[in-house]
């Protein structure tokens, strides 16, 4: 009989192992398919950029040209894979077996949701590094086989390059518009969190979709608005335009808030899961 109706620690910490144990084949292969994929990106890149050892030796470049690539490879791969990850979440409620077994366990709403929550989306982070610096590592220890003279050139791309003006591309100026990507970032994997929880089958598609579709719509609306205003009232020089820290700082705050509030929808929808789908 569960005492606790809301949150119990040790009971928490059961079900989490419960989880890992259940989904450690199915989280393994995931990790090796990041892993591949990255690994065979970057290698083919690499092939690409060092394939004239010599004429680096001679223009004396000193740092790795991999690097812009592989730090817009990041950006890219956790966003697809991110939201993938979040696609997850409610796998194990698209049948009325499995529905069975994840309603009968003996834990609370909150506990089977904040599980997977951690699981799929600061586990999926995680695991996302470790795959990443792996795939890095292997162009690196593949290159400096294959080109031994190269050695004071080829090198891991350090993260560190994502933050700041440099020579080399960088996503984020400074860190306030890094913060504004990360909250942009748990928004977009909010959505498709939310999505499983509505469409446990074909999750990723069916939420995609119907992003693209909503999307279309709220645009489409807004630049009719949009155009019926300025034909109406002119334009109008804005004597005190917003600044652009403000801005900042508003679209952070406001793109967590929207992800939280997601997060808060898609537990509740789950609380009141049945064993026969409705949807």
């Given amino acids: ?102 309603l009968m366990t003996p834990a609370t709403m909150f506990e089977k949701f904040f599980s997977r929550w951690l699981v799929y989306t600061f586990g999926f982070l995680i695991v996302f590094l470790i795959a990443f610096k792996l795939a890095d590592w292997t162009r690196v220890v593949v290159y400096l086989v294959s080109y031994p003279e190269l050695k004071d050139i080829i090198s891991p791309v350090p993260l560190s390059h994502l933050v700041g003006p440099g020579q080399y591309w960088t996503p984020f100026d400074d860190y306030k518009f890094f913060m504004l990507g990360v909250s942009a970032y748990f928004f977009q994997q909010s959505l498709f969190i939310l999505g499983s929880s509505i469409w446990p089958k074909n999750s990723f598609v069916k939420t995609f979709t119907a992003i693209v579709v909503i999307t279309i719509i709220y645009v489409a609306i807004g630049t009719t608005l949009g155009k019926i205003v300025f034909e109406v009232r002119g334009l109008h020089r804005v004597n005190n335009p917003v600044p652009g820290e403000v801005m900042t700082l508003g679209a952070t705050i406001l793109l967590f808030g929207l992800a939280i509030f997601n997060w808060v929808v898609a537990y509740f929808r789950f609380k009141e899961s049945e064993i026969i789908n409705r949807w």
């Fill in 1 to 102: 009989m569960i005492r606790d109706t809301f949150f119990s620690a040790p009971r928490f910490v059961s079900l989490c192992r419960k989880e890992m144990v259940e989904s450690w084949k199915a989280n393994l292969l995931r990790f090796v398919m990041m892993y591949g994929i990255m690994a065979i990106i970057f290698v083919w890149n690499g092939y690409f950029k060092y394939q004239y050892p010599h004429h680096m030796l001679d223009y004396n470049v000193n740092r790795d040209p991999v690097w812009g690539f592989e730090l817009g490879a990041f950006i890219a791969a956790i966003i697809i894979m991110g939201m993938l990850s979040a696609s997850f979440i409610m796998e194990r409620m698209k049948s009325k077996t499995n529905r069975i077994a994840m």
